[in-house]
């Protein structure tokens, strides 16, 4: 992001990266189960026969008291026929027919919509019967709320065991009310900020924002949709288990007006097109592209009435660019599919055990963890930008790495843009898979000649001993660097614009160069 930012600092008057839209779930992990929710009835007392009028009494009562707030405050209350309906526009609508004199409940919406629940299954084999879970239809009560901490949210009860909650927050709004409370200035345009009066201030509190406490904010929140959550599960005292079921991470880059963001825009969006390959998307991802996977990678281009978009996106993940409110570019990555990632972390049942990579839980104790990777995935992207958008030719990148060098007293050689050993470790090293965690030697190994693992001891040795002075080498031309305390190397700065534009330009037709450079 530094390269992107510092490119264009003459228009760019501040940068902010955080949450856009928090999409989390609330789940009662002993009811995910047919025999959770049977050991639940025993624990209450109730026969197995009788778990559809519990079931249903219980349901109405959840309903009623899920609503009667909304009644005593003499907020809108409205049954929702169709899913087309937004109820998110229509909320905003309520807000502004029924404006609020202090922070407090918006709106509650009913509707009925899919949902997975218990029901009793009956048979002639004894060991067929009992509750099953199953796809269903109930009803689920929304509540909009302008929240003291979060500002403007939504929350959802599913009025039927086992009472699955979804909470919907964006992280802007709650900066909003950070600031306010600091009476620091700021403009807002929907859900980005045009101008910061403190730049500093604000990335400080949205970085501030990952260290909040979300079990307690959460279950806060899951309390005043389902007030009798207590008193239902007296016999089995309960909590929900909270996950990330989608996180965006955005970075805007203010550019000082519209003018200046449009006299490059067009050129980020057609590079971005051209440019961005599966392999690009998946190291922007920090996702391996080998034989193994399986899914499918696709980029779109969308003209939309606020702007125009780019989205590359695999199976549930994505990162996209568009323009905001004229000003500001975005990038932003959505995680919803979390173990197709990896994270270094103790194992899960002993916090203080040995470090190792592992998959990346969908539970908020590993949210940071996602934005680690969100803000790293924006980065690279933006990274990539700027290295297409180098108003110098790329022959001066080239042309740097084309003469030989002396580091700590040695020569070194040029590297050979051209020759396919040299075409095929600058390939390597620029994998996804290495943007986080970096790279080893049998790493690169794996990749250029997989057939030295298979060879006698001493040739491996020697195979490996020539990867060593191949990474020397990448080193003495400021390409990688070593990661203090480990084996392990990263791409530069210098590493970064180099790959960047050596297989944009590589990867481009005649024809699409050509266009370019008029």
Not at 172 to 201: M, V
Request: net charge positive; aromatic share 10%.
């Amino acid at each position: 992001m530094d390269l992107f930012v510092a490119r264009h600092a003459p228009f760019v008057t501040s940068t902010l990266s955080g949450f856009d839209r928090l999409v989390l779930r609330g789940t009662l992990l002993p009811l995910v189960m047919d025999r959770g929710m049977f050991a639940f009835l025993c624990r209450a007392g109730r026969r197995l026969l009788d778990f559809k009028s519990f079931a249903l009494e219980t349901s109405e009562r959840v309903k009623e008291a899920a609503l009667a707030a909304a009644e005593r405050l003499q907020r809108p209350v409205r049954y929702l026929e169709s899913p087309k309906i937004s109820k998110e526009d229509l909320a905003r609508t309520l807000l502004a027919e029924h404006p609020l004199e202090k922070p407090g409940l918006v709106c509650a919406f009913k509707a009925v919509e899919p949902c997975m629940s218990f029901e009793y299954h009956r048979s002639p084999d004894p060991r067929e019967r009992g509750l099953k879970l199953r796809p269903k239809k109930c009803l689920h009560v929304y509540k909009y709320f302008v929240h003291p901490v979060f500002g403007f949210m939504n929350a959802r009860l599913q009025t039927w065991f086992p009472f699955n909650v979804q909470i919907c927050l964006n992280g802007r709004e709650w900066l909003a009310r950070q600031l306010e409370r600091r009476h620091s200035g700021f403009k807002r345009a929907d859900n980005c900020f045009t101008w910061l009066g403190n730049p500093t201030l604000a990335q400080r509190l949205m970085d501030e924002q990952r260290e909040t406490d979300w079990p307690a904010a959460l279950t806060a929140i899951a309390r005043s949709l389902n007030p009798l959550h207590d008193e239902i599960f007296a016999p089995w005292p309960m909590e929900y288990y909270w996950s990330g079921y989608q996180t965006e991470w955005a970075t805007d880059i203010v550019f000082e007006n519209p003018k200046a963001l449009a006299a490059i825009y067009p050129a980020l969006t057609r590079h971005a097109m051209l440019h961005f390959q599966s392999p690009d998307v998946m190291r922007f991802l920090g996702r391996k592209a080998n034989g193994n996977f399986t899914g499918e990678i696709t980029t779109s281009f969308k003209d939309r009435a606020e702007g125009v978009r780019v989205k590359h996106w695999v199976r549930g993940n994505s990162v996209k660019m568009y323009d905001k409110a004229g000003s500001i570019l975005r990038v932003e990555t959505t995680i919803a599919r979390t173990n197709d990632f990896k994270v270094l972390r103790p194992p899960h049942d002993d916090p203080d055990g040995k470090l190792a990579w592992k998959p990346l839980r969908k539970g908020v104790a590993d949210l940071h963890r996602r934005t680690e990777l969100s803000q790293r995935s924006n980065e690279r992207y933006l990274d990539a930008l700027a290295a297409v958008e180098d108003p110098h030719p790329c022959s001066r990148v080239f042309d740097a790495v084309a003469r030989p060098v002396v580091d700590d007293g040695r020569r070194f050689r040029a590297l050979r843009i051209g020759d396919p050993e040299d075409l095929a470790l600058l390939h390597a090293i620029s994998r996804g898979e290495f943007a986080t965690a970096g790279f080893r030697n049998r790493d690169i190994r794996h990749l250029i000649d997989p057939a030295s693992f298979t060879a006698a001891p001493d040739e491996q040795r020697r195979r490996a001993a020539k990867i060593t002075r191949r990474i020397r080498l990448l080193r003495a031309h400021g390409i990688i660097r070593k990661i203090p305390k480990t084996h392990r190397y990263l791409l530069t700065e210098r590493g970064q614009l180099l790959t960047a534009a050596l297989f944009a330009t590589r990867d481009a037709n005649i024809k699409q160069l050509v266009a370019l450079a008029a």
